[in-house]
Every structure is written in structure tokens, then in C-alpha cells.
């Protein structure tokens, strides 16, 4: 099946800075990619959608300016965290679907980045 | 708004034994795909099956099959002879055709017990 590179899978952050993960589609290309969010124990909360040469779509209640997101190409998204601060620690998930590929319908997922701002 | 509810927050099974876990979800939609994900303790989401609403067959992937009942909208897993790979969160997964957009249940936690 198509696979989903997330980097890095691990960051540690001072409170102020900010911190860029990186998801790739490495045997596809993806015109959409999504970015969640995952507290401890509980389920994915959909942050954004983000679509290849365009702006991202947020899910309400998510800081467009705090979490920036990037679709600079078919194969790249970027979630940017700015000015983290101790309560954005969480575990950062991203996926995509092969819009050409056998199975239109499947989202492949990145296995996850933990953030952690101290 | 789409909504996917796991009422199992936690269950076990004896290695071999077959399990069953329980999901629901309320739409008004007509046509969507209904997923379950398996989070094992690496956190990489991996899918487990997946059933096409306006399919009335039950799918099945080798150990793992489901139980589509549309109309009292629930989309229950069975495990049969599980095993302890098998450990791991899992999660119901709802999607609108043509959204691309996953809504997820709260996940249920199942352990094999040896």
C-alpha cells in the first residue's frame, strides 16, 4: 500500500519557538493531506486540510496562524508550530489519500510526531 | 455533523478467542465508508477493513469482519482467533463519499491476553 513519511517523529521545544514536521506521500502523489491531533488516550481531532497549491482549510476552533500549514508540492505538507508553548505537547498525525491509486477512498497515515514544549 | 461513538473504552480477550467491538454513528447521509483503524503501541495508524454503505454484504479481511447494520447505524469489528499482534487501540472511522473527511470514534482499547 501507498506510505506516509512523518518527520521527525520525536521534537523537544523550548516555550517560544517554533517547530516544523514534515509529512511526505513516498509512492504517491497528494493532492489533499490532513493534519490531526491526538491527546493521550483520547481520538484524532481533525486540525486542517491541506491542499496542494492553495490555502489549508481549518476545522473551527484551530489558530490558522498558530498552526501554518503548507502544500507547497504533491508530495509535501508542513504543519509549522509558532511560538509553542507547553499546551500545544501533543502527538501531531498527518495522512493522505492517493487520489490516482486503486482506492480513492483510503486515507494512508504518517505514524505520528510527538511534540513536546517544555 | 457526523458523530461515531465507541461506548468499550477498554476490553480484553483471551488469545484465540474471538472478540467483538462495538461502534455507532449518527448521519443523515446516504452514501459514506465506514472504517475501523488499528493504533498498536508504535501509534502508526494502520486500516484494518472497511465497508461501503451501499453495500449490504458484511466485508471481511481474513480474521476480521464486521457487522453493517445501516439502518440502526452500527458497524461492529469481530476479531476471530485473536492474537497478541492484535493489541492495540482501535478506532471506528466514519466518511461522507467524496469529503475525504474522517471523523473517528474515542477508540476502544483491546488487550490479548496470553
Known amino acids: 500500500g501507498a506510505v506516509v513519511s512523518q518527520h521527525p517523529s520525536w521534537v523537544i521545544c523550548k516555550s517560544g519557538t517554533s517547530v516544523k514536521i514534515e509529512c511526505r506521500s513516498l509512492d504517491f502523489q497528494a493532492t489533499t493531506m490532513f493534519w490531526y491531533r491526538q491527546f493521550p488516550k483520547q481520538s484524532l481531532m481533525l486540525m486542517a486540510t491541506s491542499n496542494e497549491g492553495s490555502k489549508a482549510t481549518y476545522e473551527q476552533g484551530v489558530e490558522k496562524d498558530k498552526f501554518l500549514i503548507n502544500h507547497a508540492s504533491l508530495t509535501l505538507s508542513t504543519l509549522t508550530v509558532t511560538s509553542a508553548h507547553p499546551e500545544d505537547s501533543s502527538f501531531y498525525i498527518c495522512?493522505?489519500?492517493?487520489?490516482?491509486?486503486?482506492?480513492?477512498?483510503?486515507?494512508?497515515f504518517g505514524a505520528g510526531t510527538r511534540l513536546s514544549v517544555l | 455533523a457526523q458523530t461515531v461513538t465507541q461506548s468499550q473504552p477498554e476490553m480484553s480477550v483471551q488469545e484465540a478467542e474471538t472478540v467483538t467491538l462495538s461502534c455507532t454513528y449518527d448521519?443523515?447521509?446516504?452514501?459514506?465508508?465506514l472504517f475501523w483503524y488499528k493504533q498498536p503501541p508504535s501509534r502508526q495508524m494502520i486500516l484494518v477493513i472497511r465497508?461501503?454503505?451501499?453495500?449490504?454484504q458484511n466485508a471481511t479481511e481474513n480474521r476480521f469482519s464486521v457487522n453493517f447494520q445501516k439502518a440502526a447505524k452500527s458497524f461492529s469489528l469481530k476479531i476471530s482467533d485473536s492474537q497478541l499482534g492484535d493489541t492495540a487501540m482501535y478506532f471506528c472511522?466514519?466518511?461522507?463519499?467524496?469529503?475525504?473527511?474522517?471523523?473517528f470514534g474515542t477508540g476502544t482499547s483491546l488487550t490479548v491476553i496470553p
Open positions: 472511522a466514519f466518511m461522507k463519499l467524496g469529503t475525504n473527511q474522517f471523523y
Open positions: 495522512s493522505a489519500r492517493d487520489p490516482w491509486g486503486g482506492d480513492k477512498n483510503i486515507q494512508y
Open positions: 448521519t443523515s447521509e446516504s452514501n459514506y465508508y
Open positions: 465497508q461501503e454503505a451501499y453495500k449490504q
